[in-house]
Nanobody, 130 residues
Framework: VQLQESEGGSVQAGGSLRLSCVAS????????MAWFRQAPGKEREGVAAIDSDSGTNYADSVKGRFTISRDKAQNTLYLQMNNLKPEDTAMYYC?????????????????????????WGQGTQVTVSS
């Protein structure tokens, strides 16, 4: 499985961007997928996740502004980002969990754990200026 993010971009605060991530190779439609980001000098953090039933989970910092979605037929993951803020500036990565075993039973935050995902894209830069 290879994950390829679309080109990111630079926008002013309050603007919008849409990221996409195409999965090539065989990937089960039961895979959960997610977006992570990493700002300079900071740890990688989960932003949004979506499971095989299209259930979603968001980091508190992006709730109400970002929307994750997927097109299973096209093996494509999306992240619509609205009302962007300078603190959203980071490298954004898509990730997929094809292991399909619940390794974090009963943990509602698990979908945003780095350890949950076994495939990663190369990342795409998003820059938001004030």
């Amino acid at each position: 499985v290879q994950l390829q993010e679309s080109e990111g971009g630079s926008v002013q605060a309050g603007g919008s961007l849409r990221l996409s991530c195409v999965a090539s190779g065989y990937m089960t439609t039961r895979a959960s997928m997610a977006w992570f980001r990493q700002a300079p000098g900071k740890e990688r953090e989960g932003v949004a996740a979506i499971d095989s039933d299209s259930g979603t989970n968001y980091a508190d910092s992006v709730k109400g502004r970002f929307t994750i979605s997927r097109d299973k037929a096209q093996n494509t993951l999306y992240l619509q980002m609205n009302n962007l803020k300078p603190e959203d500036t980071a490298m954004y990565y898509c990730a997929a969990d094809t292991i399909l075993v619940d390794r974090f039973p009963g943990d509602p935050a698990a979908s945003l754990y780095i350890a949950k995902y076994n495939y990663w894209g190369q990342g795409t830069q998003v820059t938001v200026s004030s």
